[in-house]
């Protein structure tokens, strides 16, 4: 009997022993999954970072390659700045050196003394033409004023016959 009990003791036992095993069984499972799912996880956002890192490194060597053309430009225009010193004041402002570049691009000047030439040309042509304008508008201000006093003068007169026509009527009754 005792052997009895004794095996019967030892078979709940290792029930509850096979109970625990699958608990931590289970347990340790868990913990598997989440550390998988957690590594899955820091690599994704590693490929994501990598990804962003060299978007970043591609936009910074976009950069520098703008920077470094904009100082190729910036070389260029100094070293082209000495030409200025050679323009007179009367031209060194930027109406007269864009106009004077435009008369080189379209082919209306091929030195300098054509430039001058054509856009002094030019500036005389615009006066004459402003002076034209100021001239028509003064004339047709004139005109105005003749038409009004006309007017005026043609009210008066038939205001002055009326009264004169008026008074040899009254005179005659």
Not at 17 to 24: K, N, Q, S
Not at 38 to 50: A, D, F, G, N, P
Not at 74 to 88: G, S, T, V
């Amino acid at each position: 009997m005792l052997i009895a009990k004794v095996q019967h003791k030892s078979s709940i036992l290792q029930i509850d022993d096979l109970r625990l095993a699958g608990i931590y069984t289970a347990i340790f499972l868990g913990i598997i999954f989440l550390v998988i799912g957690l590594i899955i996880t820091l690599i994704v956002k590693v490929r994501s970072t990598k990804n962003i890192i060299s978007e970043a490194i591609a936009k910074e060597q976009e950069v520098k390659n703008k920077l470094a053309f904009s100082q190729q430009k910036l070389q260029e225009a100094q070293e082209n700045f000495h030409a200025l010193y050679y323009i007179p004041d009367d031209y060194s402002y930027e109406q007269a050196l864009t106009e004077m570049i435009r008369y080189i691009d379209n082919f209306r000047a091929e030195n300098w003394k054509q430039c001058v030439e054509t856009y002094e040309l030019e500036l005389h042509r615009a006066s004459l033409e402003e002076n034209a304008a100021q001239q028509l508008a003064v004339a047709q201000q004139q005109m105005e004023y003749a038409r009004q006093a006309r007017n005026a003068s043609r009210a008066a007169a038939g205001a002055w016959a009326s009264a004169a026509g008026i008074w040899r009527i009254s005179s005659k009754l």
